[in-house]
């Protein structure tokens, strides 16, 4: 879940800057819960190495020593008694009691030292070592988790889009695996797909100017050029068309990624040249021509020849001379010879 968006829209981010912070309570959970696990395994592996707890090894260590006085008292009255018996001092179940109580202390001397040993053994010490491997890798999960939790730049630029909603990523939006989070983008250059129709696309070249409008702003023009040229024509809608790739300087960074722009790429340049709208053109038998406006109102058919054209006008090489009226498009049929009634725009 989102917790925290850290950048508004067209926001200049830096490579890792944070951009979004999502909900890491649980995760910050499990890292407390295994750092507990941690120091209480790493606390018992001490203990362990140590050679068993201070309390267990106290205990045996004032039993011992209590062992070993009784153990010097009684062989010292075993060896007394020996003496003794030599001389007729002291009777054979008074010498066989002092040997059985110096056995007593021996053997507990033995229990404790093997009490001692069996404060650590291999096994409690590898179980030990296990749970603090498990619970450090517990808390190396978590803080991976934690970290993951904060979404950051993949790159320098610019924030322009916030999740997949148009109106943005908000806090208390949930993220599933794959989601887009955000679009951070260079917009100082932009890539600009042209859509140019498949008779045109001979007149297109790498590197040829290009020049881009946007409805959104109008009055504002941006340039740039043709970067890659198309390997297939595609249909859309009605037309055949090949996708031509351009870059557009966007200094002032206003050119938005997503929107839908106007271009022409400019193939060819010819100065002074004579121009009619494409519209006005006009092809039968194979020839290309208009109807010229002549004598007493009447139009004729002129053949013309044309040279290079932009979206909306042609060039007419010979055909036509400047400052000639041609008939623009008409629902109904004109012919040669017809008489009309000129209506200039």
Not at 132 to 153: C, F, H, K, P, V
Request: proline share 4%.
């Amino acid at each position: 879940m989102v917790d925290r968006v850290l950048v508004p829209l067209g926001q200049k981010v830096a490579k890792g800057a944070a951009l979004v912070q999502t909900d890491a309570r649980q995760a910050q959970a499990d890292l407390t819960s295994a750092q507990a696990r941690i120091s209480q395994a790493q606390a018992e592996l001490d203990v362990l190495k140590s050679g068993g707890r201070s309390s267990d090894i106290s205990a045996i260590a004032s039993s011992e020593a209590s062992a070993r006085q009784e153990l010097t008292s009684a062989e010292k009255d075993y060896d007394s008694l020996q003496r003794l018996q030599v001389r007729g001092a002291a009777t054979g179940v008074e010498v066989t009691a002092a040997r059985d109580r110096v056995e007593k202390a021996r053997l507990q001397i033995q229990a404790l030292d093997a009490r001692r040993r069996n404060l650590v053994s291999g096994p409690d010490q590898a179980a030990a070592q296990a749970r603090l491997r498990e619970a450090e890798s517990a808390a190396s999960l978590a803080r991976e988790q934690i970290a993951l939790s904060t979404i950051r730049a993949p790159m320098d630029g610019v924030v322009y889009q916030l999740g997949s909603d148009p109106a943005g990523l908000r806090v208390g939006s949930y993220l599933n695996p794959g989601d887009l989070v955000a679009n951070v983008g260079k917009l100082d250059r932009v890539r600009v797909m042209v859509y140019v129709d498949e008779p045109d696309l001979g007149r297109v070249d790498v590197g040829m100017p290009v020049t881009i409008t946007w409805d959104a702003l109008p009055g504002r023009t941006w340039t740039g050029a043709v970067e890659k040229t198309p390997t297939q024509v595609v249909s859309l809608g009605s037309r055949q068309v090949g996708e031509v790739q351009c870059v557009i300087d966007n200094p002032d960074l206003d050119l938005l990624p997503g929107t839908n722009i106007n271009a022409e790429i400019r193939s060819q340049v010819a100065d002074n040249a004579l121009t009619i709208p494409k519209d006005v053109i006009r092809r039968e038998s194979g020839r290309s021509g208009v109807f010229a406006l002549g004598a007493d109102n009447k139009i004729f058919w002129h053949d013309v020849k044309l040279g290079i054209s932009s979206v909306t006008r042609s060039q007419v090489i010979s055909g036509l001379s400047d400052g000639e009226s041609v008939a623009g498009a008409s629902d109904r049929p004109l012919k040669n010879g017809m008489k009309v009634t000129p209506i200039y725009p």
